[in-house]
């Protein structure tokens, strides 16, 4: 007769005779294990799992900034594609598909929906005391954060099965979810966080077009903050994707990119060599330049810093004519890292000036395509000229989803 357990079937004729004396003294215990299998929704409801909600939702958070980063990147030509993947090498030639983004486009939506739906059982569960839980103002900064990237990175958006929508959208939602989260973190005396929800608040009043607004949020957030997604070498769900394809693998390379002459601190690269000869991609044939902004599976990528809040106030200066206070922020953040100050003459030189810090700053963080989107759209940077400048609403959303099947 077979011994059944949780994990196996042994059979007695397998079994050494020291074995089988084991399980003959055992044979009157109760040597069953059982698996509790995933968790019941119902078991959310309790205040004791809100730390656990909250955790998931920048989990979820971390999963698809860290997914898309790696084509993100190659759309906006951070980096060239030096590898065999398919989608990739679309992303990489300016020309994204509905069929090519099922992964990100289902990815992002869940971040951005685990979030808002967990903030809603959060003020079931926790009633009046809600607003002073520790938890929630990180819970309305991932939701906020989660509908800022898709702001930047998305063509349309699309909530819970509605119609298209402008991308701009999103930028609404977070900027509300921004001051939720402001509002509570203050009354909280969490400066971290409150530091988080200004950062983040001044990046969609600026992708809105509220400069002033933005400066003034911006203004308050110090030049040395910084707020993460999170990432870990424990599993696999938890590497930064980036990071994987240019330590583990060799897809996409530095080479050919404008950084490669700057030799920027904000955007480091190194030369893979065997001897004398440069190591090619995974492709074969594409020299292969590795990034070095992120050294392992588990770096951590900024959402909000106080570099970009420097720009951010720099680019505010610019809309308003400023060109002394625009080359003052954008030096300050320079000399952040020790480089030496820039110099402009017209607001046409500083643009030029502060179109390459954004650049160098975000480097490899998900952010450059919105950027070069919204300048090309001004006339400013043609750099996406005749590019894909978005990822289009998925493949599988189109399928899914009657209201957005005919939509661009």
């Not at 999963?63 to 060239?80: F, K, M, P, V, W």
């Not at 977070?174 to 409150?194: D, G, P, Q, V, Y």
């Not at 190591?279 to 900024?302: I, M, S």
Request: contains cysteine.
């Amino acid at each position: 007769m077979p011994i059944m357990t949780a994990f196996s079937t042994i059979t007695r004729r397998a079994l050494p005779p020291a074995a089988i004396a084991l399980v003959a003294v055992l044979g009157g215990c109760d040597l069953k294990v059982t698996n509790p299998g995933p968790l019941l929704d119902e078991n959310l409801n309790s205040a004791s799992a809100v730390p656990a909600l909250v955790n998931g939702m920048g989990g979820d958070l971390s999963l698809a900034i860290g997914n898309y980063l790696t084509r993100g990147s190659l759309a906006a030509l951070e980096l060239r594609h030096s590898g065999n993947f398919a989608a990739e090498r679309k992303f990489a030639a300016g020309d994204v598909a509905p069929e090519d983004v099922n992964g990100d486009w289902a990815r992002m939506h869940t971040a951005r929906y685990v979030a808002e739906a967990g903030l809603e059982r959060m003020k079931t569960v926790l009633g009046t005391g809600f607003e002073t839980n520790a938890n929630t103002p990180r819970a309305y900064l991932y939701a906020g954060f989660a509908n800022r990237f898709l702001g930047e990175n998305v063509c349309n958006a699309v909530f819970d099965g509605g119609p298209a929508l402008p991308s701009s959208t999103h930028f609404v939602r977070a900027e509300s979810l921004f001051t939720r989260a402001l509002t509570i973190a203050r009354a909280l005396n969490n400066t971290a966080l409150a530091n988080a929800a200004l950062a983040g608040r001044a990046q969609v009043y600026a992708n809105q077009g509220k400069w002033t607004d933005a400066a003034a949020d911006a203004a308050l957030v110090p030049v040395a903050f910084r707020h993460n997604a999170i990432f870990s070498i424990n599993t696999t769900r938890e590497n930064m994707d980036l990071a994987n394809q240019t330590i583990t693998r060799r897809e996409v390379t530095v080479w050919n990119t404008v950084w490669v002459a700057d030799r920027d601190p904000r955007a480091l690269y190194d030369t893979v060599k065997t001897g004398t000869t440069i190591t090619k991609g995974q492709d074969g044939a594409t020299n292969f330049f590795r990034q070095r902004k992120y050294l392992t599976l588990g770096d951590p990528v900024a959402l909000a810093k106080g570099t970009e809040m420097l720009l951010i106030r720099a680019e505010a200066a610019l809309r308003a004519s400023d060109l002394t206070n625009a080359m003052l922020f954008i030096n300050q953040g320079r000399a952040a890292v020790s480089l030496t100050p820039l110099t402009a003459n017209t607001i046409g030189d500083a643009y030029v000036h502060l179109m390459r810090e954004r650049g160098a700053v975000l480097w490899l963080e998900g952010r450059r395509l919105f950027d070069l989107r919204r300048w090309l759209a001004e006339g400013r940077n043609t750099t996406l000229q005749g590019r894909s400048t978005c990822v289009p609403i998925s493949l599988e959303e189109r399928g899914a989803n009657p209201n957005v099947s005919g939509a661009p």
